[in-house]
T-cell receptor, first 112, second 110 residues
Framework: NAGVTQTPKFRVLKTGQSMTLLCAQDMNHEYMYWYRQDPGMGLRLIHYSVGEGTTAKGEVPDGYNVSRLKKQNFLLGLESAAPSQTSVYFC???????????FGSGTRLTVV | GNSVTQMEGPVTLSEEAFLTINCTYTATGYPSLFWYVQYPGEGLQLLLKATKADDKGSNKGFEATYRKETTSFHLEKGSVQVSDSAVYFCALSSENRLAFGKGNQVVVIP
């Protein structure tokens, strides 16, 4: 019973490099989300998806892209990393909102 | 839009003390309300939830009651343990997502 799995768990990037964070869920959830967590800022929504093939912008989408080609996977891409993107990234998935989210364990990204 | 406000600042208390963390919300309609807990180095875990007015959510000794008249969902625990040290987030359902408060760090001293 894996739930929501994020890979990688840690990564250090140089400014300007690109990378993709992978989120996979095995609960057949329709909705998936990417958040970033920064000290004093709480959780901020980057992008989300309400179903396979759909994506939408959240509060802080600039500098990120996403794709949901398969229902179980939600990818977050950084095309040209910047130090301001140093953060902990969390993926979550859900059924209808009354049940709340299931979160992954996070990816700690440092951009130097 | 729908939003959640949590009390400012960390909470430090002694083991076996009573814990209250305030959460108030602004919403249209009838959102569901949640408390999440984040232990150091981990993701957020659902602690409890309530889906309609006057519902009481409870888990691991924590309780919160959905109060529509005061638009509140305060978290309480009667006797905290060191293992309850964590960050606690209040959240409410808003369209196709959850809106989170900024979280409260709780530190329990032996």
């Amino acid at each position: 019973n894996a739930g929501v799995t994020q890979t990688p768990k840690f990564r250090v990037l140089k400014t300007g490099q690109s990378m993709t964070l992978l989120c996979a869920q095995d609960m057949n959830h329709e909705y998936m989300y990417w958040y970033r967590q920064d000290p004093g800022m709480g959780l901020r929504l980057i992008h989300y998806s309400v179903g396979e093939g759909t994506t939408a912008k959240g509060e802080v989408p600039d500098g990120y892209n996403v794709s949901r080609l398969k229902k179980q996977n939600f990818l977050l891409g950084l095309e040209s990393a910047a130090p301001s993107q140093t953060s902990v990234y969390f993926c979550a998935s859900s059924r209808p909102m009354v049940y709340g989210y299931t979160f992954g364990s996070g990816t700690r990204l440092t951009v130097v | 839009g729908n939003s959640v406000t949590q009390m400012e600042g960390p909470v430090t208390l002694s083991e076996e003390a009573f814990l209250t963390i305030n959460c108030t919300y602004t919403a249209t309609g009838y959102p569901s309300l949640f408390w999440y807990v984040q232990y150091p180095g981990e993701g957020l875990q659902l602690l409890l939830k309530a889906t309609k007015a006057d519902d009481k959510g409870s888990n691991k000794g924590f309780e919160a009651t959905y109060r529509k008249e005061t638009t509140s969902f305060h978290l309480e625990k009667g006797s905290v343990q060191v293992s309850d040290s964590a960050v606690y987030f209040c959240a409410l359902s808003s369209e196709n997502r959850l809106a989170f408060g900024k979280g409260n760090q709780v530190v329990v001293i032996p």
